[in-house]
């Protein structure tokens, strides 16, 4: 092929390719062309058509009427002008009313309430009925309602939205750009406050009645600035005013783009609602899941119509918290022995005690006040029945009831630490909770010698003349029983004649028979702590007269209550009567017989010149168990006070038979009072020990 041909081909050939370019130009210009066609009624309705194009945007440009309210009223009058104080007089009533609303309804506070150990400062109940939560939802629909009528909230958004008129200005040159936008601002608050408030009661509603009135409360906080609104407007505020009210429904605003600005209005409403619907779902899953629910119970039962019960005194564990395996929906506790239960009866309206041995229930021997609450500590305080033979249900004696779960309100940092829902004492700390100083425990009690007790005529009182009852220490660490420490006395030998127990109720004295030696019982205090360490972590309740035959109980304390002054940590204080022996008291086979007490009380041995001084001038040597008083006077060389602390006055005729003194500086004894009823001149005295020009004892 020569030259001529070669390049004539070539041209051919790029005329070719130019054709097809310019075919595919023009096939992609057409079907643009047909894209924008069939779409352009979607992007530009009124194409081709200009009247209804004007027609439209002269509907997006339609004025409207101002909201005839306090806020629309502060718009538009003069800062300095009684109108706008009066506007911002009721503006700050109900943004206060409802802030303070707020302020009460939660607790704002660094440590706020704890249920179960959960933070609940809106003070959510544990759970409601199936009745109140659809009104709860129902109350979500009911409040979007009222924000989309003439709700602050929803009306301040409306305001806030179309935004400032200038043309408002020309005829009402006080309607400025920024007291339009602080009017909106300060009705869109007040509405957020006041949404807040309602959700809030809501919530915390346990009743439909009681939500419906809450709804009618909140009602009256949200009508404050319309009510004040229609009363300027009939002329009972000032004449200034009335006018200026009747200006407000003049106000004609011109909103650019009014259709968007309706299609926003309706997307915030639905946002909002959804905003609503949100942590309405999630406090009804807390509810059914049992967050706000106690999971364990501290009880401690009285004992004067069952003298079985105390001993079950202690925690109460929930069998489950969650909605599917509750009874009556409400949580069922059982104690740690596991013989007896609590759980709501829908029969009775009440919270009722039954035995775990009886599948029904309602087959209570306690039952609370009637009550719909599905939260039993709330029924706590109130009066609980026990159910006796003769006369039905009668009145409690006592019965304590507070949820224990582990928190820092229970468990303090610093005393313990929270393990599983249960506090574990740090050193130095015991009790249930932990709440005791191991320094305030006494180590070792004494008989009181000023006690008004003839121990000739009380059986079985021979152990407690000792002077020594020893608290129970098994290689370093504290025994204990109920958080409360034991305390045991022994003989010359080192056996164990007498056990001080806290059984949950009372304290109670086990002591041996004067027929039995406690060499012949052969118990020490290593059995003894066995003993009561075994029991402690198997079963609440020990008997001790199975575990130690010989030993039977001698003595009853008054009541321990908890959360009372008698809740003390050891027996020093305590009041004592005598042991009635009762077979059908299968723990202990016995109870106290508060007709016969004992005036016999204990004092702590321990002496030390902060807490546990010498009495009556007495001088403390050592410290710790090994602490003595010396009642001797260091002046006189003569000792007037015995006893452990120096606590018991000697008679005359006690001291004469003591330091065989047949008369101390002329002391003529009284047989029967037990004092010197004359004494030498210079002296005086109950046992003429003292100088006239002596200072001291």
Same mark, same amino acid.
């Given at each position: ?240 005013v009335r006018k200026d009210c009747d200006r407000v429904g003049n ?187 191991e320094a305030d425990v006494c180590p070792a009690m004494a008989l ?23 608290? &129970?220490?098994?290689? #370093?660490?504290?025994?204990?029983? @109920? +958080?409360? =420490?034991?305390? *045991? /006395?022994?003989?010359? %030998? !080192?056996?164990?004649?007498?056990? &001080?127990?806290?059984? #949950?109720?009372?304290?109670?004295? @086990? +002591?041996? =028979?004067?027929? *039995? /030696?406690?060499?012949? %019982? !052969?118990?020490?205090?290593?059995? &003894? ?14 008997? *001790? ?153």
């Amino acid at each position: 092929m020569d030259e001529n041909e070669k390049d004539s081909h070539e041209n051919n050939a790029g005329t070719g390719d130019g054709n097809e370019d310019k075919q595919e130009e023009t096939w992609t210009t057409s079907l643009t062309a047909k894209i924008q066609e069939s779409i352009q009624p979607i992007l530009d309705p009124y194409a081709g058509d200009d009247s209804a194009r004007t027609q439209t945007e002269d509907e997006d440009r339609k004025e409207h009427a101002m909201t005839s309210d306090i806020y629309s009223l502060m718009s538009i009058v003069p800062v300095f002008s009684v109108s706008f104080s009066f506007a911002g007089l009721v503006f700050a009533a109900q943004f206060i009313l409802a802030a303070l609303a707020l302020v009460d309804l939660v607790d704002f506070s660094a440590d706020p309430i704890e249920t179960n150990g959960v933070r609940n400062p809106t003070s959510i109940p544990p759970d409601v009925s199936i009745e109140v939560k659809i009104a709860q939802f129902i109350g979500v629909l009911l409040i979007s309602n009222f924000a989309a009528g003439q709700g602050d909230l929803f009306v301040g958004f409306t305001h806030l939205l179309y935004g400032y008129d200038s043309e408002t200005i020309k005829e009402y040159p006080h309607a400025t750009f920024t007291k339009w936008y602080l009017a909106g601002t300060c009705q869109f608050l007040v509405g957020i406050l006041l949404t807040a408030d309602l959700m809030v009661l809501m919530f915390r509603s346990t009743s439909v009645v009681e939500l419906c009135l809450n709804f009618a409360a909140l009602h009256f906080v949200q009508d404050i600035d319309d009510v004040a609104f229609t009363v300027a407007s009939m002329g009972l505020i000032t004449r200034r005013v009335r006018k200026d009210c009747d200006r407000v429904g003049n106000v004609m605003i011109h909103t650019k783009k009014k259709r968007q600005k309706d299609g926003v209005r309706r997307a915030f409403l639905l946002i909002f609602t959804i905003s609503l619907y949100i942590p309405a779902i999630i406090v009804t899953s807390w509810q059914w899941s049992g967050r706000f629910m106690c999971q364990r119970l501290y009880i401690q039962f009285g004992d004067l119509h069952s003298h079985e019960w105390p001993y079950s005194s202690g925690f109460f564990e929930a069998e489950s918290l969650n909605a599917g395996n509750r009874f009556n929906g409400r949580a069922v506790y059982v104690d740690r022995t596991q013989t007896m239960r609590l759980a709501y009866c829908g029969q009775l309206q009440a919270w009722a005690f039954s035995y775990i041995g009886d599948e029904d229930y309602c087959n209570y021997f306690i039952v609370s006040s009637t009550t719909t609450s599905f939260d039993v500590i709330e029924v706590a305080g109130s009066t609980w029945f026990a159910l006796t033979k003769e006369l039905g249900p009668v009145p409690m004696d006592w019965l304590y009831l507070s949820c224990s779960d582990c928190t820092e309100h229970i468990c303090t940092p610093g005393h313990g630490q929270c393990e599983d829902n249960v506090c574990i004492c740090n050193e130095g700390y015991l009790g249930l909770n932990c709440e005791f100083l191991e320094a305030d425990v006494c180590p070792a009690m004494a008989l009181d010698r000023r006690s008004d007790v003839h121990l000739s005529t009380v059986p079985n009182t021979l152990p407690f003349t000792r002077q020594n009852y020893t608290r &129970v220490l098994e290689e #370093g660490q504290s025994n204990q029983y @109920y +958080g409360r =420490p034991l305390y *045991v /006395s022994t003989d010359s %030998a !080192g056996f164990v004649d007498l056990i &001080v127990v806290f059984a #949950g109720y009372r304290w109670i004295m @086990y +002591g041996l =028979p004067q027929e *039995v /030696s406690a060499e012949t %019982a !052969g118990t020490n205090l290593s059995h &003894v702590a066995t003993i009561f360490d075994r029991a402690d972590r198997t079963r609440q309740v020990v008997n *001790v007269t199975s575990d130690y035959q010989h030993f039977t109980p001698f003595l009853f304390s008054s009541p321990v209550q908890f959360g009372t002054e008698s809740h003390e940590v050891d027996p020093i204080n305590v009041q004592w009567f005598a042991a009635q022996l009762d077979e059908s008291n299968t723990n202990v086979g016995a109870k106290a017989d508060t007709n016969r007490p004992w005036g016999g009380s204990f004092i702590c041995k321990v002496c030390s010149d902060n807490r546990y001084p010498c009495e009556n001038g007495g001088i403390c040597y050592g410290s710790g168990t090994d602490s003595y008083c010396n009642c001797t006077n260091p002046r006189s060389g003569l000792q007037s006070y015995a006893g452990t602390m120096c606590e018991h006055a000697f008679s005359c005729a006690d001291f004469r038979a003591r330091f065989n003194q047949t008369s101390l500086n002329g002391c003529e004894c009284d047989s029967v009072y037990g004092v010197c009823t004359r004494c030498d001149f210079g002296f005086h005295g109950n046992l003429c020990q003292f100088k006239d020009d002596d200072t001291g004892y």
